[in-house]
């Protein structure tokens, strides 16, 4: 009767721990791998997994995508290569700024005629003259040229000077003609209302002159003097076509003159004559 009773016991013992011990795994909300699913943590994973898997798509999409569009730009780059590669004569008119230089003045002759005025103290003169020049290369050259005085008048100066009865000595160019060097440095091209695309240089000057002056006053005798000049200059050129060209010239001519004095006998000083001038040249050979 007693060993009935222990084992019964016993077995209630047991059976008390195991219910215990299921009870634990059944409602153990931390363990998560026995007990029930959180609907909440069931649901959320989902529309976890689902934006990643969002997030991974417009990726994905994009990729072929960017590669379509690297291979859309290599064929328009290859397209526009092969259209510049095949202008025609009218579209190379167009693109006027891609044009190479077709000008040269290597080892060619250059001749020409000048126009231009001097500025005097007292009176302005009307010059007109030739050039003649040999091009060692672009760069330098060797020019002659001769200037004649052809007409003076008076400028205003000398008009007050007259009205106030003063005395006035006068010295006017009557001719000048020398050698000079020439170096150009720059040369370019500029856009004329964007169609016409001339062609230019810059060069200087400098060279020594025979410089003939005429020096006079009221009442006293005129005197013809022959100076030596040292001249330098400035001159912007630009070429018309591939044989001719239009310069304007800036040049200083500095030299020891005389003139007449009221009393008799001379005067020396320092004589600067500024000649502006406009020049048209043409070069030969022509090239074609």
């Given at each position: 009767?007693k ?13 008390f ?8 795994d059944?409602?153990?909300l931390d ?6 699913e959180d ?42 290569e ?25 080892k ?12 005097g ?20 050259a ?40 020439v ?8 856009s ?8 230019y240089?810059?060069n ?7 410089y ?10 005129k ?7 040292f ?36 005067s ?6 500024f000649?502006f001038t ?11």
């Amino acid at each position: 009767m007693k060993h009935s009773k222990l084992v019964a016991l016993t077995l209630a013992f047991f059976a008390f721990v195991s219910f215990q011990v299921f009870a634990d795994d059944l409602f153990d909300l931390d363990g998560g791998a026995a007990g029930p699913e959180d609907p909440t943590a069931a649901e959320a994973a989902p529309a976890e997994e689902g934006e990643a898997a969002a997030a991974e798509a417009p990726q994905n999409a994009d990729a072929p995508k960017t590669a379509q569009l690297d291979a859309g730009a290599a064929a328009a780059d290859s397209e526009a290569e092969k259209e510049l590669r095949d202008l025609n004569v009218e579209k190379k008119k167009q693109i006027k700024v891609v044009q190479k230089k077709d000008f040269t003045k290597d080892k060619r002759f250059e001749l020409g005629i000048d126009i231009g005025f001097a500025c005097g103290d007292w009176e302005d003169l009307l010059a007109v003259g030739i050039r003649a020049a040999y091009h060692f290369n672009e760069y330098i050259a060797l020019q002659a040229r001769f200037l004649y005085g052809a007409v003076s008048w008076e400028n205003e100066t000398l008009k007050q000077a007259k009205e106030a009865d003063a005395y006035v000595a006068k010295s006017n160019l009557m001719l000048t003609a020398g050698a000079s060097a020439v170096f150009t440095p720059f040369y370019g091209k500029l856009s004329v209302f964007g169609d016409f695309i001339p062609k230019y240089d810059l060069n200087a000057s400098v060279g020594v002159y025979y410089y003939r002056t005429v020096a006079e006053g009221e009442g006293v005798k005129k005197m013809n003097n022959n100076n030596v000049a040292f001249q330098v200059g400035f001159a912007p050129r630009i070429f018309l076509g591939k044989n001719a060209s239009l310069s304007l010239n800036f040049d200083w001519f500095i030299m020891k003159d005389k003139r007449p004095k009221q009393e008799g006998g001379s005067s020396a000083y320092l004589k600067s004559d500024f000649l502006f001038t406009i020049n048209a040249s043409m070069f030969l050979p022509f090239a074609k």
